[in-house]
């Protein structure tokens, strides 16, 4: 078990994250907010690459500071600006890893296989990186986070840059990943982790604002969220007084996606709230920073 007790961060005297308490055990968890709210902050602090001003951080009972390469050794990191080299060949770069990581020689190859299977990428393990798609890349990226097995698994923007089908793929490949170990996900992209986190974590205001089960914090919204199809001068109207999810704008109509405590307009249909209303709901005015 990992427990985040009571972290702050501060870049000189700006605090970006303050009292972060948390407790992961097994599974995915979805660490969702807009840029600059302070994901890869947080996660560098889990991988020890920064150290929190004040609170601890907690691996199996002891503080990780005093652990020094026992709890590192369990981490795999996929960082937002995962450096590869392009002329390596997806086998060599793994092996080049794995060394690094310190993994003995007669283990290499079986695991390097293993991972270039589990990822997809075996058929290609001859190819070189510079031929890699987007997603290719950042599959070899996630084997090569797995080559140490780790029990915590980290995951700074890992769909960054792909295409719909790509990131589709992955998150196939990811929902697998959480069985038997920690995995941390961050995005500013709802539907990367909606259906795979078993806890969804949102960052606000530096700290955790919201955390639990997509049905709970979803739940949070029932009996508010609202469509409506009307002409334009209601459309405005209703933009001028209630949240706007979404708009959809059609020949003869327009198509809104409200929040309202009460029905905004005689025409509109209560449906059910989805995690990206939740999430436009909370930060609308941080998304448009
Ligand atoms: N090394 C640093 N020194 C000073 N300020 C920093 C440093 N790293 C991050 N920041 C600032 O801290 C805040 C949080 O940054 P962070 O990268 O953690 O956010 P994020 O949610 O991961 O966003 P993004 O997805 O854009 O990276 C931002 O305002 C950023 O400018």
Redesign the pocket.
């Known amino acids: 078990m990992l427990t985040l007790n009571n972290i702050s961060k501060k870049?000189?005297r700006?605090t970006?994250l303050e009292n972060i308490h948390y407790q992961f055990d097994n599974g995915i968890y979805g660490l969702l907010?807009?840029?600059?709210?302070?994901?890869?902050?947080?996660m560098k602090l889990i991988t020890t690459l920064h150290f929190p001003n004040s609170g601890e951080i907690i691996w199996d009972g002891c503080d990780i500071t005093s652990l020094g390469s026992k709890y590192r050794d369990q981490i795999g990191y996929l960082p937002?600006d995962f450096g590869y080299y392009p002329h390596y060949t997806a086998h060599k770069f793994m092996k080049y890893i794995a060394a690094l990581k310190g993994i003995s020689k007669h283990e290499v190859s079986n695991r390097v296989d293993e991972l270039l299977e589990k990822v997809g990428l075996s058929h290609v393990k001859r190819k070189k990186l510079k031929k890699f798609s987007g997603g290719m890349i950042q599959r070899i990226g996630i084997a090569q986070a797995l080559l140490n097995d780790p029990k915590i698994l980290i995951l700074?923007?890992p769909t960054a840059g792909l295409d719909p089908k790509e990131r589709v793929r992955f998150r196939q490949m990811l929902s697998t990943l959480g069985k038997d170990r920690i995995v941390i996900i961050?995005t500013?992209i709802v539907s990367d982790v909606e259906s795979i986190a078993k806890d969804i974590i949102l960052?606000k205001d530096r700290t955790i604002f919201k955390s639990g089960k997509v049905f709970d914090i979803n739940n949070e919204l029932e009996g508010k969220v609202w469509q409506v199809n009307v002409n334009e001068e209601d459309a405005h109207k209703l933009e001028k007084n209630h949240v706007i999810i979404n708009k959809n704008i059609s020949t003869d109509h327009y198509s809104l996606r409200i929040v309202s405590e009460t029905i905004p307009h005689n025409a509109a249909i209560l449906t059910k709230p989805n995690l990206e209303d939740v999430f436009i709901y909370y930060y609308g005015e941080d998304l448009l920073l």
């Open positions: 870049y000189g700006t970006v907010a807009p840029n600059g709210a302070g994901k890869t902050t947080l937002q700074d923007e961050s500013h960052i």
